[in-house]
Each structure stands twice: as C-alpha cells, then as structure tokens.
C-alpha cells in the first residue's frame, strides 16, 4: 500500500476482519490505534502485535464518545454473526448508530477520511439476484435480523448525510460473507459451524433444506479490498459491494468441508431461522471499475487454510459471548 505514514483508527480491531487489517496496517509502518469492548472477540487477537511500538490497544466502547486525533479511522465495531448480534439486539443497534455518529463526529473533527464496513444484510431478502449496489433492498424492519441490517441502513445514511452536509470524507463497503483463520469459533456462522462439527466428528447442522445459497470471500481479499476503498478516489464514496461472486448453496458448502475434511459426519436438517435470506451473491462491477479489486483465493482453496487453522486452535482459549455484555 503506497502513500505516507498515517495515524489510524480501526474500531472492532481486535475481532476477525479488524485483526487482520490491523496487521497490514501496522506492517505497512503507520500508527494504529485498535479500539475494541471485546463482545466478540479477545485481547490474544491481537497479541502478535502488542510489542509493535506503531500499535495501540484500546478498551472503549463504541457507543460512548471518544477523543483521538486520527487521519483515518475503519469503523468495524459490530457483532457479525446473527447469534452474536442477536444476543442483545438493542445493543447491536446502538452500535451502529450511536458508534456511527460519534466516530463520524470525530472524523468531521479531525477531517479524518472515515470507511464504514456496512454488509449486504442490507439487501435482507434479495428479489433482485446478483445484487447491485444500486438495488435498495427487502428487510423486515420487525424481525429477528432487523437490530442488524436496520442499524446498518441507518449507519449507511449517517455516513451519507455527513458526506452531504458537512463534507466528511466517506467510504462505504458492504461486505458479503466472508471466512478465513481467526473466525471466532462459537459465532455460530455457517462455515465455523461446519468447520467445527466436521472436525469434532459431530453431524452437520443445515437450517432448511440447504438450498439457499451464498458467496463466501476470503478474508485476505476482503481486507484487501477495504484497504484499497479507503485508498481510492475521493470521488467513489461507494457503497461499494466487497465479495466473491462465486455462489453455492449450503448443502454444497457442507459436501466440500466433509470432503475436505476427510470427516465421518451426516448431514442433518434444522429448522431455517426467520428471516433467512434465500440467496446472496455481490454484483462487483463497481469494485472492479474503481479499485481494480476481485477475490484471489477460490472457496476450495481458502476452506483448506480455514480448516488448517481450526485444527490447530486450543478451543478453551475461546467462549461464547459474555452475559454481562
Ligand atoms: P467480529 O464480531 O469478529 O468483529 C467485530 C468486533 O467489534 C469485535 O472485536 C467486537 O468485540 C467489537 N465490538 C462489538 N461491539 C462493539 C462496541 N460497542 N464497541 C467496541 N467494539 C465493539 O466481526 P467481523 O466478522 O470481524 O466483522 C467486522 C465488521 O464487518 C462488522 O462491522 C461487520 O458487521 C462487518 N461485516 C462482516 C461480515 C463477515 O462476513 N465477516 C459480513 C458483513 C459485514
Ligand atoms: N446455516 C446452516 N447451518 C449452520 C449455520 C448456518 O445451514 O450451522 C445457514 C444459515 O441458515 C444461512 C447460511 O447458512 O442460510 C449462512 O448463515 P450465516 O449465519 O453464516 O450467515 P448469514 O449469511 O445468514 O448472515
């Protein structure tokens, strides 16, 4: 990543995505400053980089304002995973917006260049399949996934607003599901779920039939992409969709983790959640135009590293979420 040595912000920095785009940031020599409450995730997440003298770790919440002077700040605070967002949802969608505007308040402060990790939850239930940034979305604003993909609309059209009235420098990315190593084990998510059972030698779980599907990117190139919409042209706010177009059903993702896994296990049906999209997968025209981005890594090939890596964690470092949160 070229340009200068820059002061940054990443908040959610010690959970999946952040760990990793903190990593780059710290080796790419600027000064990091990893803001976290740990509801997802933990301090050993970030371990590797605590000796760094170019890194910082913070215990904030996002919810409550806070005072740095940054020049770019990566707003990642949120819980990801529907049973983690799900476990107090009036607090997940505090998160996304009370940490929206005080993040946004400091970046109109320090005229920071500020990027929001908004999701393709903000499609919901897409009727319009693959889905362009343009298309405006089917979410059930009263159901069980509303705490998230409502908080998310609402941080999208903070960031908006301050991009329009106040001249805030903006970026937008709406992730689609991404996976790799340091995934947080019990996030109940469909490839940790898999992962984890086929291992153990445990069934695995499909909610549903099986047939809804999804487009799963690797976390490197995800974080690539994120690196590269902050870096881009000011006049491409985005949103811009980060994802790999590459679709499969759920049904065949557990085939490839028991295939890959070498594991015993059968499949066995659950019921499907509420509000369960039917089918997901990122029009990436715009990231290719503008950033020159695309995924690398094929689902086969980043399924063996996520596995490698699950092998080889001690599960008693990791617990669910805390009761207290
Ligand atoms: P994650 O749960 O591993 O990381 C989120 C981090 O935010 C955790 O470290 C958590 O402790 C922290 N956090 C939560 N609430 C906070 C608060 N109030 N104050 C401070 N810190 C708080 O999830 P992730 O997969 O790394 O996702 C990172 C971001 O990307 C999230 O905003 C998520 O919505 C978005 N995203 C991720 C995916 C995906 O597939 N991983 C898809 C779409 C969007
Ligand atoms: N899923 C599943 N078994 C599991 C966990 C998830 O069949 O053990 C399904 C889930 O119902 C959804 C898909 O896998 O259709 C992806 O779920 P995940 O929670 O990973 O993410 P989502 O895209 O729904 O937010």
Redesign the pocket.
């Known amino acids: 990543m070229g340009g200068s040595h820059k002061r940054i912000l990443v908040?959610?920095?010690?959970?999946?995505?952040?760990t990793q785009l903190c990593t780059r940031l710290v080796e790419a020599g600027h000064d990091v400053i990893c803001?976290?409450?740990?509801?997802?995730?933990q301090k050993s997440n970030v371990a590797h980089l605590l000796s760094m003298p170019n890194f910082e770790l913070l215990r904030?919440?996002?919810?409550h304002p806070l005072w740095l002077e940054v020049d770019e700040i990566y707003n990642?605070?949120?819980?990801?995973?529907p049973g983690?967002y799900q476990y107090n949802p009036i607090?997940t969608m505090k998160?996304s917006v009370l940490?929206a505007i005080n993040m946004l308040g400091m970046a109109k402060r320090c005229r920071a260049k500020i990027l929001q990790?908004?999701?393709?939850?903000v499609y919901g239930d897409p009727e319009v399949h693959p889905q362009p940034e343009s298309y405006r979305g089917s979410v059930n604003p009263i159901g069980t996934r509303a705490c998230y993909d409502e908080g998310?609309r609402a941080a999208e059209t903070l960031f908006m607003d301050y991009w329009r009235s106040n001249k805030v420098n903006i970026r937008i990315i709406r992730?689609?599901?991404?996976?790799g190593p340091g995934m947080?084990p019990y996030?109940g998510r469909v490839v940790s779920n898999f992962i984890q059972q086929a291992i153990t030698g445990q069934d695995i779980t499909i909610f549903g039939d099986g047939s809804q599907t999804r487009s799963f990117c690797y976390r490197d190139d995800l974080v690539e992409g994120m690196i590269r919409m902050m870096e881009g042209p000011d006049e491409f706010v985005g949103p811009v969709n980060l994802g790999n177009p590459g679709e499969f059903t759920i049904k065949e993702l557990a085939e490839l983790v028991i295939e890959q896994t070498g594991a015993k296990s059968k499949l066995i049906n659950k019921p499907l959640p509420s509000d369960d999209p039917k089918q997901r997968k990122p029009d990436i025209t715009l990231a290719k135009k503008w950033l020159n981005w695309e995924p690398t890594v094929p689902l086969r090939q980043g399924l063996g590293k996520t596995i490698e890596w699950f092998r080889s964690i001690d599960m008693r470092r990791y617990r669910p979420p805390t009761p207290n949160y």
């Open positions: 908040t959610g920095g010690a959970g999946f995505l952040g803001v976290d409450n740990f509801f997802t995730s904030h919440d996002v919810t990642l605070a949120c819980p990801a995973a983690h607090k998160t940490g990790a908004s999701t393709s939850e998310k992730i689609f599901n991404t996976y947080h996030d």
